[in-house]
């Protein structure tokens, strides 16, 4: 009796885990997008008042998402190198969302203030359409996940009675 109770609870265990880690995958990309639209427009106040280069603001900017931290980095040498293809690692996001990234890191530091302070609120406001699907589809499925993740563990669990 005692390893039957074992079993079920290892399954709940399991699937409680799963849905823990399918939730972390929603919650990563709104964590992405969120501090992306933090990063753009720090660049834009930046351009408007101090007129630090991107490259100074980038340097200094520390960013609570990982992958983003990533990209920034691979900006930053991509800079440095002075030559040759962007290229950013792509990590979870779609094909879509990859070239959006890819298209406003490459197109940050070559115009003039005024004319990057209009190209970065466009993509302001593209990111901010996504981070707001991401928001959207975390709290509509975040929760989810883990519920669904114990239900099938459990149920999985009453099976192997």
Do not use: W
């Not at 293809?85 to 406003?104: P, Q």
């Amino acid at each position: 009796m005692t390893g039957k109770i074992l079993v079920v609870c290892l399954c709940c265990a399991a699937g409680t885990a799963i849905g823990f880690y399918m939730m972390y995958s929603h919650k990563r990309r709104y964590v992405y997008y969120n501090a992306l639209v933090a990063m753009l427009v720090e660049l834009k106040q930046n351009i408007a008042f101090r007129r630090d280069s991107v490259v100074a603001v980038l340097g200094a900017y520390a960013s609570e998402s990982k992958p983003l931290k990533k990209n920034i980095d691979e900006y930053l040498a991509h800079i440095s190198n002075k030559g040759g293809e962007l290229t950013l690692s792509r990590g979870f996001l779609t094909r879509d969302a990859h070239a959006d990234v890819v298209k406003l890191f490459s197109r940050l530091g070559g115009f003039d203030g005024d004319t990057q302070s209009g190209d970065l609120e466009m993509f302001i406001s593209r990111f901010t359409v996504q981070r707001d699907k991401a928001k959207e589809k975390f709290d509509k499925y975040g929760a989810l996940c883990v519920k669904l993740g114990f239900l099938i563990g459990l149920g999985i669990g009453i099976l192997f009675l």
